[in-house]
């Protein structure tokens, strides 16, 4: 299957700043990359799909200009959570979909706004 | 109504149990269904498909009935390392890439 990673595993930070979380394919190219957050106890939502030269599209209420998605090459999107409140803490999790169905999932980043 | 639900748990059993999972989704054009592994803050990883014919997996064994709109997950001779909460997984109408997630049953295994 295929290997993702994502930058940082974890970080905390003061409320009204910006967070920026990478996610690396590190074996297939990636045209089509997924970007879902998990709250304790709850599913994994999806937030959005990112698209490689192109705009991310979004999930019925995520904001697109709080949580900015940038897909600019076969291998990494990004995403920034802008001005982060401590209600946005939580767990961003990154997938790559090649054929078929299956998603490969990154580690996750667990974000915490103080 | 969740468009994907799963009894919470947590489920409590010895080693060697047989545990079995149920799982309900509403939309009755969902394609394709999974079941997932959640670790302890940690990414799901796949565990299995699901197909109508059912499918094993060595000690897993996965149904689906698409009539009832039912996924079921069985375990047999539960491990130690069984432990984790389990996410039933379907793919939206039109859109087969996109996942929708259950909240997951938790299982835990003891000695």
């Known amino acids: 299957g295929a290997v993702v990673s994502q930058h940082p595993s974890w970080v905390i930070c003061k409320s009204g700043t910006s967070v920026k979380i990478e996610c690396r394919s590190l074996?297939?190219?990636?045209?089509?990359m997924f970007w879902y957050r998990q709250f304790p106890k709850q599913s994994l939502m999806l937030m959005a799909t990112s698209n490689e030269g192109s705009k991310a599209t979004y999930e019925q209420g995520v904001e697109k200009d709080k949580f900015l998605i940038n897909h600019a090459s076969l291998t990494l999107s990004t995403l920034t959570v802008t001005s982060a409140h401590p209600e946005d803490s939580s767990f961003y999790i990154c997938?790559?979909?090649?054929?078929?169905?299956?998603?490969?999932f990154g580690p996750g980043t667990r974000l915490t706004v103080l | 109504r969740k468009e994907v639900e799963q009894d919470p748990g947590p489920f409590n059993v010895p080693e060697g149990a047989t545990v079995a999972f149920n799982c309900t989704y509403s939309n009755s054009a969902s394609q394709s269904f999974f079941w997932y592994r959640q670790d302890c803050r940690k990414e799901p990883k796949l565990l299995m498909s699901?197909?109508?014919s059912g499918n094993e997996d060595g000690r897993f064994t996965a149904q689906l009935n698409r009539a009832s709109q039912y996924i079921s997950l069985l375990i047999r001779d539960s491990k130690l390392s069984d432990s984790a909460t389990y996410l039933c997984?379907?793919?939206?109408?039109?859109?087969?890439?996109?996942?929708?997630f259950g909240t997951g049953t938790r299982l835990q295994v003891t000695l």
């Open positions: 997938s790559l979909g090649l054929a078929g169905d299956e998603q490969f």
């Open positions: 997984v379907v793919t939206r109408t039109g859109t087969a890439s996109k996942l929708t």
């Open positions: 074996d297939f190219q990636a045209t089509t």
């Open positions: 699901v197909y109508s």
